[in-house]
């Protein structure tokens, strides 16, 4: 019998399936996968010692592991396209009614998907909720210049608390 990880891997890799079907306005073929030892031999030769690396000192590895371990249901995507890693999102997938992203980051490298990021993590985290049953995606403690863009860009709507955003959330 498959261990939780594996049997919501199953429903992860049918959301890269479907969101990948999804991405031809972006013009490349688009690889959509968990977090496996390609993903982190390209994260060490391309992200981990960039100057321009805006999160140097955060960890993918550790947080993704810990993801793994206390949530089999995390969410997490990488995204690659022509021999690049391009992008990593991951977040929690425990909650009843809601999926979330946490983590979004971009290669430091220049890459062709550039700017197309977020919308790729979006999609990709929209079908794994329907997947899921769920109703909400949730993007955890967005800057405010994303909050703005998901708002304008996909219907999300904003959670403040102090005067910062807490999360945004789209129904699904």
């Given at each position: 019998?498959?261990?939780?990880?594996?049997?919501?891997?199953?429903?992860?890799?049918?959301?890269?399936?479907?969101?990948?079907?999804?991405?031809?306005?972006?013009?490349?073929?688009?690889?959509?996968?968990?977090?496996?030892?390609?993903?982190?031999?390209?994260f060490s030769q391309q992200w981990v010692h960039h100057p321009g690396r805006q999160f140097r000192g955060w960890s993918w590895p550790s947080v993704v592991q810990e993801d793994k371990t206390d949530d089999p249901s995390?969410?997490?995507?990488?995204?690659?396209?022509?021999?690049?890693?391009?992008?990593?999102?991951?977040?929690?997938?425990?909650?009843?009614?809601?999926?979330?992203?946490?983590?979004?980051?971009?290669?430091?490298?220049?890459?062709?998907?550039?700017?197309?990021?977020?919308?790729?993590?979006?999609?990709?985290?929209?079908?794994?909720?329907?997947?899921?049953?769920?109703?909400?995606?949730?993007?955890?403690?967005?800057?405010?210049?994303?909050?703005?863009?998901?708002?304008?860009?996909?219907?999300?709507?904003?959670?403040?608390?102090?005067?910062?955003?807490?999360?945004?959330?789209?129904?699904?």
């Amino acid at each position: 019998m498959p261990n939780d990880f594996s049997r919501y891997s199953a429903v992860r890799h049918r959301a890269y399936q479907f969101a990948t079907s999804t991405l031809g306005y972006i013009g490349h073929q688009v690889l959509l996968t968990e977090f496996d030892g390609e993903v982190w031999r390209l994260f060490s030769q391309q992200w981990v010692h960039h100057p321009g690396r805006q999160f140097r000192g955060w960890s993918w590895p550790s947080v993704v592991q810990e993801d793994k371990t206390d949530d089999p249901s995390c969410f997490q995507v990488a995204i690659q396209c022509q021999h690049q890693l391009c992008g990593l999102a991951t977040g929690r997938g425990e909650q009843a009614r809601f999926c979330s992203i946490e983590f979004i980051e971009a290669s430091p490298e220049p890459h062709v998907l550039k700017g197309a990021i977020t919308d790729i993590c979006i999609q990709t985290a929209v079908v794994y909720t329907k997947l899921l049953n769920r109703s909400e995606v949730r993007v955890d403690r967005p800057t405010q210049w994303l909050a703005t863009q998901l708002m304008k860009r996909y219907g999300f709507f904003v959670v403040s608390g102090q005067g910062v955003a807490q999360y945004a959330a789209l129904a699904v």
